[in-house]
Protein backbone atom coordinates (compact mmCIF):
# COMPACT_ATOMS: atom_id res chain seq x y z
CA UNK A 1 0.00 0.00 0.00
CA UNK A 2 2.85 2.27 0.74
CA UNK A 3 4.47 1.93 -2.55
CA UNK A 4 1.37 3.05 -4.64
CA UNK A 5 1.13 5.76 -2.16
CA UNK A 6 4.62 6.67 -3.36
CA UNK A 7 4.11 6.12 -6.53
CA UNK A 8 0.81 8.41 -6.75
CA UNK A 9 2.63 11.36 -5.14
CA UNK A 10 6.16 11.24 -7.14
CA UNK A 11 3.85 11.02 -10.72
CA UNK A 12 1.59 14.03 -9.05
CA UNK A 13 4.84 15.98 -8.20
CA UNK A 14 6.07 15.27 -11.57
CA UNK A 15 3.15 16.62 -13.55
CA UNK A 16 2.45 19.20 -11.41
CA UNK A 17 6.31 20.64 -11.89
CA UNK A 18 5.73 19.94 -15.76
CA UNK A 19 2.71 21.71 -15.61
CA UNK A 20 4.53 24.64 -14.22
CA UNK A 21 7.40 24.25 -16.04
CA UNK A 22 4.96 24.45 -19.50
CA UNK A 23 3.60 27.65 -17.93
CA UNK A 24 7.07 29.44 -17.74
CA UNK A 25 7.58 28.83 -20.81
CA UNK A 26 4.33 29.93 -22.24
CA UNK A 27 4.61 32.85 -20.06
CA UNK A 28 8.16 34.18 -20.99
CA UNK A 29 7.57 33.24 -24.38
CA UNK A 30 4.46 35.62 -24.28
CA UNK A 31 6.45 38.19 -22.04
CA UNK A 32 8.52 38.76 -24.85
CA UNK A 33 6.77 38.71 -27.69
CA UNK A 34 7.43 35.38 -29.30
CA UNK A 35 5.39 33.75 -31.92
CA UNK A 36 6.81 30.28 -29.90
CA UNK A 37 7.85 29.55 -26.73
CA UNK A 38 10.31 26.57 -27.37
CA UNK A 39 13.15 29.07 -27.52
CA UNK A 40 12.31 29.83 -24.02
CA UNK A 41 12.26 26.36 -22.74
CA UNK A 42 16.30 25.44 -22.19
CA UNK A 43 17.17 28.78 -20.75
CA UNK A 44 14.21 28.67 -18.50
CA UNK A 45 15.42 24.21 -17.55
CA UNK A 46 18.88 25.44 -16.89
CA UNK A 47 18.10 28.19 -14.75
CA UNK A 48 15.88 25.83 -13.00
CA UNK A 49 18.33 23.23 -12.40
CA UNK A 50 21.19 25.17 -11.05
CA UNK A 51 18.48 26.96 -9.03
CA UNK A 52 17.44 23.89 -7.85
CA UNK A 53 21.19 23.02 -6.75
CA UNK A 54 21.90 26.17 -5.14
CA UNK A 55 19.29 27.53 -3.19
CA UNK A 56 19.65 25.85 -0.07
CA UNK A 57 22.51 24.22 1.51
CA UNK A 58 21.01 21.40 3.16
CA UNK A 59 17.70 20.02 4.05
CA UNK A 60 17.35 21.68 7.28
CA UNK A 61 17.84 24.61 5.68
CA UNK A 62 15.11 23.87 3.49
CA UNK A 63 12.55 22.98 6.21
CA UNK A 64 13.32 26.04 8.37
CA UNK A 65 12.73 28.26 5.27
CA UNK A 66 9.57 26.09 4.41
CA UNK A 67 7.77 27.15 8.38
CA UNK A 68 9.29 30.33 8.57
CA UNK A 69 9.32 32.35 5.32
CA UNK A 70 7.17 30.48 2.60
CA UNK A 71 3.90 30.82 4.87
CA UNK A 72 4.39 34.65 3.81
CA UNK A 73 4.72 34.06 0.22
CA UNK A 74 1.92 31.42 -0.34
CA UNK A 75 -0.22 34.15 1.31
CA UNK A 76 0.47 35.96 -1.73
CA UNK A 77 0.41 33.07 -4.46
CA UNK A 78 -2.80 31.31 -3.10
CA UNK A 79 -4.75 34.28 -2.07
CA UNK A 80 -3.19 37.78 -3.43
CA UNK A 81 -2.59 36.88 -7.14
CA UNK A 82 -6.48 35.08 -7.66
CA UNK A 83 -8.01 38.36 -5.56
CA UNK A 84 -6.40 40.42 -7.76
CA UNK A 85 -7.24 38.53 -11.18
CA UNK A 86 -11.03 38.56 -9.67
CA UNK A 87 -11.42 41.83 -9.15
CA UNK A 88 -9.97 42.79 -12.80
CA UNK A 89 -12.36 40.19 -14.40
CA UNK A 90 -15.33 41.59 -12.01
CA UNK A 91 -14.47 45.13 -12.88
CA UNK A 92 -14.11 44.73 -16.65
CA UNK A 93 -17.78 43.82 -17.03
CA UNK A 94 -20.52 46.19 -18.36
CA UNK A 95 -23.73 45.49 -17.48
CA UNK A 96 -23.19 42.42 -16.67
CA UNK A 97 -21.92 41.33 -19.82
CA UNK A 98 -18.16 40.57 -20.79
CA UNK A 99 -15.98 43.51 -22.32
CA UNK A 100 -16.05 42.95 -26.43
CA UNK A 101 -12.41 42.79 -27.81
Known amino acids: MEALILVMWVAGVTIKV ?4 YIASLGMGQLFGLSDYRP ?7 MLGVWSL ?45 RSG
Open 18 to 21: AVFF
Open 40 to 46: VVLPIGL
Open 54 to 98: ELFENSVISIQWLAEVFPFYSFIFELGIPLVLLIMAVSGRKGGRP
